[in-house]
């Protein structure tokens, strides 16, 4: 049996949602423990020109929804970039996730080889959906998820490797 591009792609994003809204669980327990703004991690980065710990979690849905939009006819939900409270970001993971919930396998059927263009900046290239989902999308959508715990990690939350492997039942 070979895979699909659902199998490849929608569990996987989903998978990386449950690890994102455990780490703002001990995000959230983080600040109340030490007695800190949530605001702190909210703004949170690893080096001036990344995105806070909010962006890294904004950035994993708009990923997974617009590999969804590129790859079928489906209109993906916009969702603008306001979060400003640990709710407000399991909100929108909840919104993203339940959005992939309702993409259904065939929607994507025989997207492997539709063509996809990309272009940001100096990077302008046509992939097949197969090359596009396995070389760009998914590699984008786990930067953000590993920018996003290291950035907790390196502000003191104690998150290491199986918090990003999360649940394998």
């Known amino acids: 049996m070979s895979l699909s591009m659902h199998k490849i792609s929608v569990p996987a994003f989903i998978r990386g949602f449950s690890?994102?809204?455990?780490?703002?669980?001990?995000?959230?327990?983080?600040t109340a423990e030490k007695k800190i703004s949530p605001a702190v991690l909210f703004s949170a980065r690893l080096a001036p020109d990344m995105l806070p710990f909010s962006g890294q979690i904004q950035r994993a849905s708009d990923t997974s929804k617009a590999t969804i939009g590129r790859l079928t006819t489906i209109e993906v939900p916009k969702f603008p970039d306001e979060e400003a409270?640990?709710?407000?970001?399991?909100?929108?993971?909840a919104n993203t996730v339940a959005f992939l919930e309702s993409v259904g396998q065939s929607a994507l059927d025989g997207s492997d080889t539709k063509e996809v263009t990309l272009s940001?900046?100096?990077?302008?290239v046509t992939l097949s959906g197969e090359e596009y989902v396995l070389k760009f999308a998914l590699p984008n959508f786990y930067f953000h998820?590993?920018?996003?715990q290291n950035i907790l990690r390196h502000n003191g939350i104690q998150v290491g490797k199986l918090d990003y492997i999360g649940s394998l039942g």
């Open 145 to 148: 998820v590993t920018t996003a």
């Open 120 to 124: 940001a900046g100096q990077l302008k």
């Open 19 to 30: 690890v994102l809204s455990t780490l703002i669980d001990k995000a959230e327990a983080f």
């Open 85 to 93: 409270s640990f709710a407000e970001l399991r909100q929108r993971i």
